[in-house]
C-alpha cells in the first residue's frame, strides 16, 4: 500500500533555513502537499506540486520534487517562531472528485530564538 | 471562509460507552471524511463520505460507524467506547471539483476513554 515518511522531529534556530523532508513509494502519486498544523488546531494546506513539476515556490517556501527517489521537501526561508508546528506531506493520485489523500507521520519544527 | 466545526474540543468518556463526534462544514462541500491523529503514526482515515447518506471504509473503520443524513454534517460513532480509541479525532471537508484537492480540517476533538 500507499506509504508517507518523514522524520519527526527538526530543530532550527530562529532566521536560518529549515528543510523538511519527506519519502512516498506509490509512483501513481499526482499531487504532492504540505500541510501545517498549528498547537491546538486542524491542519491547513501550505502549498501542493504536480508531479510533472520538480520545483514550486511560493514566498518563503520552497518545495522540491525528486521523483525518481520519490523524495519531496519542503524549504522555508528565514524561519519565524510563528512557523514552529507540525508540518504534513502528502500525497494523491488525482485532482478533484474523490481521491484518497495518504498522510505521512508529520514533522514537528521548534523554532529556537 | 471555509469553515468545519467539530462540536467538542475535549472530551471523556468511560469505557463501554457510546460516543458521538459531530462535525459540520457550512461551504456545501460533497466530500466529509473523519481521521484520527495518533504521536508517530500521523493521519488514519477511519471513513469518508462523498455524498448524503453514503459512506465508505477508510483504512481503520474498526470499532467506528459513520452517519450522514445532511450534506453539511458528518458524525463518528464509537459504538463502544475502548481505551485504544483515545486519540486526536479530527474531521475534514473537500469539494468534489476543481484543480487541486484541498482538504478543509476542523480543529479537532480530543477523545480519552478510561
Known amino acids: 500500500g500507499e506509504d508517507v515518511e518523514q522524520s519527526l522531529f527538526l530543530s532550527v534556530r530562529e532566521g536560518d533555513s529549515s528543510v523538511i523532508n519527506c519519502t512516498y513509494t506509490d509512483s501513481s502519486s499526482t499531487y504532492l502537499y504540505w500541510y501545517k498544523q498549528e498547537p491546538g488546531a486542524g491542519l491547513q494546506l501550505l502549498t501542493y506540486i504536480f508531479s510533472n513539476m520538480d520545483m514550486k515556490q511560493d514566498q518563503r517556501l520552497t518545495v522540491l520534487l525528486n521523483k525518481k527517489d520519490k523524495h519531496l521537501s519542503l524549504r522555508i526561508a528565514d524561519t519565524q517562531t510563528g512557523d514552529s508546528a507540525i508540518y504534513f506531506c502528502?500525497?494523491?493520485?488525482?485532482?478533484?472528485?474523490?481521491?484518497?489523500?495518504?498522510f505521512g507521520t508529520g514533522t514537528k519544527l521548534q523554532v529556537i530564538p | 471562509d471555509v469553515k468545519v466545526t467539530q462540536s467538542s474540543r475535549y472530551l471523556v468518556k468511560r469505557t463501554g460507552e457510546k460516543v458521538f463526534l459531530e462535525c459540520v462544514q457550512d461551504?456545501?462541500?460533497?466530500?466529509m471524511f473523519w481521521y484520527r491523529q495518533d504521536p508517530g503514526l500521523g493521519l488514519r482515515l477511519i471513513y469518508f463520505?462523498?455524498?448524503?447518506?453514503?459512506?465508505e471504509k477508510g483504512d481503520i473503520p474498526e470499532g467506528y460507524s459513520v452517519s450522514r443524513e445532511k450534506k453539511e454534517r458528518f458524525s463518528l460513532i464509537l459504538e463502544s467506547a475502548s481505551t485504544n480509541q483515545t486519540s486526536m479525532y479530527l474531521c475534514?471537508?473537500?469539494?468534489?471539483?476543481?484543480?487541486?484537492?484541498?482538504?478543509?480540517f476542523g480543529p479537532g476533538t480530543r477523545l480519552t476513554v478510561t
Open positions: 502528502a500525497e494523491s493520485r488525482g485532482p478533484g472528485g474523490y481521491q484518497k489523500v495518504t
Open positions: 463520505s462523498y455524498d448524503v447518506k453514503m459512506k
Open positions: 461551504m456545501d462541500h460533497e466530500n
Open positions: 475534514a471537508s473537500s469539494p468534489s471539483f476543481g484543480t487541486a484537492y484541498e482538504q478543509y
